[in-house]
T-cell receptor, first 113, second 115 residues
Framework: KQEVTQIPAALSVPEGENLVLNCSFTDSAIYNLQWFRQDPGKGLTSLLLIQSSQREQTSGRLNASLDKSSGRSTLYIAASQPGDSATYLC????????????FGPGTRLSVLP | DTGVSQDPRHKITKRGQNVTFRCDPI?????LYWYRQTLGQGPEFLTYFQNEAQLEKSRLLSDRFSAERPKGSFSTLEIQRTEQGDSAMYLCASSFGSGSSYEQYFGPGTRLTVT
């Protein structure tokens, strides 16, 4: 059974810092991995999707890497801003039949002005 | 707005009542997913449709839960005889099942409170 963990559970940083969020999964046979952002009481916003054959994806100040063999992904946020404060979730998909996205519990990020 | 929409956004009900939620996916997305999220946890998969066919149901989806997608467009999730443990955020997502990404797009969720 696939299990996804995220560390740290919570993180508080001053504005402007670069930071790394970690995601680990137990079964390396994944189809893809997706990072999401969730604001309090709201739905999920997709940030980056990495296919199993890819090593990283970049969007603006965000960079996500994937090391499938070791079961790890990182989300790097450059020059953090207070607007980045949210919960960040990673999720892995088992195969291409569309089901069974397994989510981690999330990292709650606070960026202090 | 052409994103995934869900209705209602909030629902408060008494234990034992039935509730129904609706999800409208992104137009032409053929895959639709339901997830449940409790406080401090990541979403948990409930069920998935490809067009109108329900292809997988999680063990979390007890007999009191039923989901439909009658014409392959919108979907409904019904919970019968609600229990306090059903209180959660119910999230819907959709994707287009072709090409390489199958990226899921989520709606804003329906927050259910059972009193």
């Amino acid at each position: 059974k696939q299990e996804v963990t995220q560390i740290p559970a919570a993180l508080s940083v001053p504005e402007g810092e670069n930071l790394v969020l970690n995601c680990s999964f137990t079964d390396s046979a994944i189809y893809n991995l997706q990072w999401f952002r969730q604001d309090p009481g709201k739905g999920l916003t997709s940030l980056l999707l990495i296919q199993s054959s890819q090593r990283e994806q970049t969007s603006g100040r965000l960079n996500a890497s994937l090391d499938k063999s070791s079961g790890r992904s990182t989300l790097y946020i450059a020059a953090s801003q207070p607007g980045d404060s949210a919960t960040y979730l990673c999720a892995v998909r088992r195969d291409n039949y569309g089901q069974n996205f397994v989510f981690g519990p999330g990292t709650r990020l606070s960026v202090l002005p | 707005d052409t994103g995934v929409s869900q209705d209602p956004r909030h629902k408060i009900t008494k234990r034992g009542q039935n509730v129904t939620f609706r999800c409208d996916p992104i137009s032409e997305h053929n895959r639709l997913y339901w997830y449940r999220q409790t406080l401090g946890q990541g979403p948990e998969f409930l069920t998935y449709f490809q067009n109108e066919a329900q292809l997988e149901k999680s063990r979390l989806l007890s007999d009191r839960f039923s989901a439909e997608r009658p014409k392959g467009s919108f979907s409904t999730l019904e919970i019968q005889r609600t229990e306090q443990g059903d209180s959660a955020m119910y999230l819907c997502a959709s994707s287009f099942g072709s090409g390489s990404s199958y990226e899921q797009y989520f709606g804003p969720g329906t927050r259910l409170t059972v009193t």
